[in-house]
């Protein structure tokens, strides 16, 4: 009978149980063991450990975002799994904030004009103005305006001492 000694390789992500004992670190290992003769049996591990990947990161936007195929619009907290080169696992998080952009319609009657921001209209139209929320993301007011001039009539009259209009009284030409 006689004494056994054999080599092994083995490649592992993150760690290797081999008999009793775990391993988390790439080297060479040996274990001895009694064969059913009862001699000895030597055996060495060749042992390579790779180690899986997990990563964070934060990102904010506006309405939406495309991250690896998906649609992400909802703030939340977001995994994407893969392997790495040796084949191990990854991980990466998002933690994702979203803002939304904002859209507005109003309707609006006014006499003669109206400004509105920087601007001033005078005619009935649809108006858009585009702002910024305070989260950097787009925002626009539409305003439905209508706009009513204004009458205004020029009457010469001629009369006699006096004229009474409306409830004033006038005596003199003018």
Not at 25 to 42: A, E, K, L, N, P
Not at 48 to 67: K, P
Not at 81 to 109: K, M, P, W, Y
């Amino acid at each position: 009978h006689h004494s056994v000694a054999q080599e092994r390789s083995a490649t592992a992500c993150d760690s290797l149980r081999w008999n009793d004992s775990l391993y988390t670190i790439s080297g060479r290992y040996v274990q001895h063991f009694q064969t059913i003769h009862g001699c000895d049996s030597t055996v060495t591990l060749h042992l390579t450990v790779h180690q899986s990947m997990a990563q964070e990161r934060s990102s904010t936007v506006c309405d939406s975002l495309r991250w690896y195929d998906s649609l992400y619009t909802v703030t939340g907290d977001y995994t994407q799994h893969f392997h790495t080169v040796n084949g191990c696992d990854s991980a990466i998080t998002l933690h994702l904030t979203v803002h939304q952009s904002v859209v507005q319609e109003r309707s609006d009657t006014v006499c003669d004009s109206l400004r509105w921001n920087d601007s001033l209209y005078t005619v009935s139209g649809i108006y858009k103005q585009h702002f910024h929320t305070v989260n950097g993301c787009d925002s626009t007011v539409t305003i439905d305006l209508t706009v009513h001039h204004s009458a205004s009539t020029a009457l010469t009259s001629t009369v006699c001492d006096s004229l009474r209009w409306n409830d004033s009284l006038y005596t003199l030409s003018g």
